[in-house]
């Protein structure tokens, strides 16, 4: 069984078979308050899917804010290593993109675009799924203003996201492993940097 857990808009998680097939979900989409949820949902989750046997954990790699985006993933770094299991990470808008694809029926280019706060919002580029199962990659996220995100897309049909299906974080993950492929890295996608900043030294007072 896989487990897969985000908090790159809400917070998600959800358990899979190895053949994509569901066990258990839940999720907040409240885009604040990850530290308080995650846990209570790890744990309804679990209890639904009566998991015994998770195998790996897929984690959502953003991109996302800064401090949210943390709580997820050491959540699933945390159970993962409890377990002495793998972490897969995954790039969040891998998972929307399939959700859109399969869900939703759209076909050729698209855009995946989430808000990134500050009007600005992160916009990856998909077409189509490729041999795999796999969203195929057209273009690796970027952050611009909201106010130019037409203009930056061209034409390109834009899909809004505001909530991401943990389930298909994990279908996604899934697959990746299936096809011995690496969709994203430990590092992940903030796109931007935390607003809090270390002090610099203290200023030396004259006497």
């Not at 997820?72 to 993962?80: S, V």
């Not at 897309?153 to 298909?168: M, N, P, W, Y």
Request: negative net charge; aromatic residues 2%.
């Amino acid at each position: 069984m896989i487990l897969a857990v985000d908090t790159s808009l809400g917070s998600a998680v959800a358990l899979i078979d190895p053949d994509g097939a569901p066990r258990a979900a839940a999720a907040t989409a409240d885009a604040l308050g990850h530290a308080e949820v995650i846990g209570d949902l790890l744990v309804t989750a679990l209890q639904e899917s009566g998991a015994s046997d998770v195998s790996h954990v897929v984690a959502g790699m953003g991109p996302g804010p800064f401090t949210g985006l943390r709580i997820g993933i050491a959540a699933a770094r945390t159970f993962a290593l409890g377990r002495g299991i793998p972490v897969v990470p995954v790039p969040s808008h891998y998972a929307a993109a399939l959700t859109v694809i399969e869900s939703e029926g759209v076909a050729g280019p698209f855009a995946i675009v989430t808000d990134a706060r500050r009007r600005e919002v992160a916009v990856t580029l998909f077409d189509g799924t490729d041999a795999d199962g796999i969203p195929r990659l057209l273009a690796d996220t970027v952050l611009v203003p909201r106010a130019d995100a037409g203009a930056h897309l061209d034409g390109i049909r834009a899909v809004e996201t505001a909530e991401l299906s943990a389930v298909d974080l994990a279908r996604v993950g899934a697959r990746a492993l299936a096809a011995g492929r690496t969709l994203g890295d430990d590092e992940p996608l903030y796109l931007r940097h935390p607003d809090v900043t270390l002090p610099g030294a203290p200023k030396r007072v004259g006497s």
